[in-house]
């Protein structure tokens, strides 16, 4: 049975015919087969990277989604086994009644332990736990010029280093280990506080990061002049009392991909508008279940179908603390200028806790991510710009949302590539990296 997939951007469109795997016995065989039978692969999880990196340049995907089973769970230490396909929301139905939530998690929980460590993925609490992959401390990998092979810092160290974001293209990861973090709740205590001003924002995150274990900013992407960067600021701690209930998200859903993209100039400004004038000034504190604040996109399943038929592209950057005010000041002012972006912008500051992933994304700094419908000749420029700015700032992008990087900037901005390059499975391939090595 095959099968069609494709990235979440929808940008580019290359669908992929996908082979599913069930059971763990079978990878090393199914890698064999489709090596021989379509030269290259590329494993791929729920598909909810944006760009490229998880498109197989052959077009052929192992589709690790199948492979869905716990393994073992400990409840009195943390620490769970998982084949590579279980989901963090299949995680969290398991660990909240239990006392237990996930280290680090991205803002949708549609997303695979595998793609997770594959990108090795961030969450709002980077500056206090780091990345995905420093809560991994062991994984199973198959590959194709090898027998199975178990990675830890102290069992085949390089390829353990190397598969933490390292795009999908080590081997398959087959099972993971995960060290969750305790909690007494599964409500959180938020703060939400309304900026006027990029300045303003540093300002906040400086005072109230170090308070809060999470903290993100949504961004008004339109604000001009002396109202550039202003936005709602939103910081969380797990509350210390209260029920363990999972959530479940899903609630509405776009059933059609509508011709056109409903992402144009006016619904933006009529959206930003709406959200930042419906935050009163001044602090405010709420107690609040953990999914809204975590995955508020969760609840709205295929929202990517709204920007239309050609899809669309996310850019995000990670920029040096020394350059992150003057940087993302300069690339919000462009962003408005262009009249462009969307209604999902977030800005968030990255902490010091280094990352075992060679090719990992996160440095310290801040970063900013924003969604734009993909618009041919007006994204490009746009990008083009915006690139600059983040080359001459000494940043980066990241790949798991990527469609468009240079070759250049990707080698300057992740030196440890030609590392990387000497660990790759020599049957595994995929667009992204086609395009940023050649
Ligand atoms: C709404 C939304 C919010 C997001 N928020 C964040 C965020 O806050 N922080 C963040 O870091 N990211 C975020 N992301 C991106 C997302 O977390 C990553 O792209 C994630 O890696 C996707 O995982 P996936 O299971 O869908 O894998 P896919 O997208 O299918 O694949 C991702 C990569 O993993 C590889 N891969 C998948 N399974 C395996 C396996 N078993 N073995 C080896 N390689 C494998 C693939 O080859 C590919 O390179 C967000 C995405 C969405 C849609």
Known sequence: MSYSLQSWGRYPSHPQTAKPCYWRADLQQTLADMAAQHGTLLPFGNGRSYGDSCLATSGHALHMRPLD???????ESGLIRAE???????LLALAIPQGWFLPVTPGTQFVTLGGALANDVHGK???????FGCHVPRFGLIRSDRPPLVCSRQENAELYAATIGGLGL????EWLELQLV???SSLIDATHVRFGSLEEFFVLSAELDPKHEFAVSWIDCLARGKSVGRGIYMAANHAEEGPLVFANPCKLNVPLTPPFSAINRLSLRLLNSAYYGGHRDGRHNSRISYEPFFYPLDRILNWNRIYGPRGFQQYQCAIPEGNAAAATRELLDAIAAAH????LAVLKRFGDVASPGLLSFPLPGATLALDFPQQGEITARLFSRLDTIVREAGGRLYPAKDAHMSGAD????YPAWAQYEGLRDPVLSSRFWERVTT
């Not at 590579?84 to 299949?90: H, K, M, N, Y």
């Not at 080590?170 to 990861?173: A, F, M, N, P, R």
């Not at 462009?340 to 209604?343: D, P, V």
């Open 125 to 131: 609490n980077h500056h206090v736990r780091g990345t």
């Open 170 to 173: 080590t081997g398959i990861i």
């Open 182 to 184: 305790p909690i007494r």
């Open 340 to 343: 462009s972006g969307s209604f």
């Open 84 to 90: 590579a396909g279980v989901t963090l929301g299949e």
């Open 69 to 75: 089973r716990f393994i073992s769970a400990n409840w």
């Open 410 to 413: 990707f080698r300057n901005a």
